[in-house]
């Protein structure tokens, strides 16, 4: 029951940081409430078994570049819920970078003020 609460939590904490995405990044945009729910799902399962395992794979690189390269893992992961929800499109490198570092800020304040505090990963 735990788990399931924490997945109701993480999906609507997503739900609700992309549709912020939308509202302040006007190149942000999906189509209806079902394809936000549908891209935070997505988002969420992306973040949850894809980017361990790019994190994982890109150490190395990670070590070269002092971090930098797990940005572009954040961004590829959004990017791959832009590419694969048709109604929810994020246009644009540049959209793409700040909605990336909109999304690290929110999951920030999540971590130290959320239901879950410092469970939360991104």
């Known amino acids: 029951m735990r788990f399931i609460k924490f997945l109701a939590l993480s999906w609507a904490a997503n739900a609700i940081i992309l549709a912020i995405l939308a509202l302040v990044l006007k190149d942000v945009t999906y189509d209806g409430v079902g394809d936000l729910l549908t891209a935070a799902a ?62 690290w800020l929110l999951n920030l304040v999540l971590d130290f003020f959320g239901p879950w505090r410092g469970t939360r990963r991104d």
């Not at 894809?50 to 990670?62: E, G, S, V, Y």
């Not at 819920?81 to 499109?89: A, E």
């Open 42 to 103: 997505l988002f969420g399962i992306l973040n949850t078994f894809l980017k361990p395992i790019l994190r994982l794979l890109t150490l190395p690189l990670a070590v070269i570049t002092l971090g930098i390269i797990w940005f572009f893992v954040s961004m590829l992961m959004l990017a791959i819920t832009s590419w694969i929800v048709n109604g929810f499109d994020i246009d644009g490198f540049w959209t793409l970078v700040w909605s990336t570092i909109i999304v």
